[in-house]
């Protein structure tokens, strides 16, 4: 009898991790990002951020990122980062205004500099009173030999609630 338990417990346990292993491969189906006119490679160009303790993630809030330039080479940027917000909706993402007001001048992201810049965005969202998932992307120019080669950048996902 304890041999039939020991085998129908095997038996149990290998169909529900055979179900459970099947249920983690269902994937869901990938939302294209927006092309923007840049090469754009997460985690290549910029390291972004956006730190719990500067934000509260709430749609009607502005929305502040540490982002440090990790591509070994100089990046100059615009007062705005050339920040562009993208929503998600049933037809994939759209982009909305970023409300935010620059007063500085362009600047340069050093790549040897430890700490990142502070970047910051208030995206104009068509309705306040519910949540979103929004793709923020940070856009500079990549400086070789002292010449500006290309637009790069990289972009970081976050929900935001009302």
Same mark, same amino acid.
């Given at each position: 009898?304890?041999?039939?338990?020991?085998?129908v417990?095997?038996?149990? =346990?290998?169909?529900?991790?055979?179900?459970?292993?099947? =249920?983690?491969? =269902?994937? #869901?189906?990938?939302i294209?990002?927006?092309?923007?006119?840049?090469?754009?490679? #997460?985690?290549?160009?910029?390291? =972004?951020?956006?730190?719990? $303790?500067?934000?509260?993630?709430?749609?009607?809030?502005v929305v502040?990122?540490?982002?440090?330039?990790?591509? $070994?080479?100089?990046?100059?940027? &615009?007062?705005?980062?050339?920040?562009?917000?993208?929503?998600?909706?049933?037809?994939?993402w759209?982009?909305? #205004?970023?409300?935010?007001?620059?007063?500085?001048?362009?600047?340069?992201?050093?790549p040897?500099?430890? &700490? $990142?810049?502070?970047a910051?965005?208030?995206?104009?969202?068509?309705?306040y009173?519910?949540?979103y998932?929004?793709r923020?992307?940070?856009?500079?120019?990549?400086?070789?030999?002292?010449?500006?080669?290309?637009?790069? $950048?990289?972009?970081?996902?976050? #929900?935001?609630?009302?």
């Open positions: 009898m304890k041999l039939y338990k020991s085998i417990i095997s038996i149990v =346990i290998i169909v529900l991790t055979s179900c459970r292993a099947a =249920i983690g491969l =269902i994937e #869901k189906p990938a294209p990002t927006p092309d923007i006119g840049a090469d754009i490679q #997460k985690e290549k160009y910029f390291a =972004i951020i956006a730190p719990e $303790g500067w934000n509260s993630f709430k749609t009607d809030d502040s990122l540490d982002v440090q330039n990790i591509s $070994g080479n100089l990046i100059k940027a &615009a007062p705005d980062f050339g920040a562009r917000i993208f929503i998600l909706t049933d037809k994939g759209v982009e909305v #205004k970023n409300e935010m007001i620059y007063k500085n001048n362009p600047f340069s992201l050093d040897l500099k430890m &700490a $990142g810049e502070m910051m965005v208030s995206p104009e969202l068509p309705d009173s519910v949540p998932d929004i923020i992307f940070i856009v500079g120019d990549l400086i070789e030999n002292g010449k500006e080669v290309r637009r790069v $950048g990289s972009y970081i996902d976050l #929900k935001l609630s009302p």
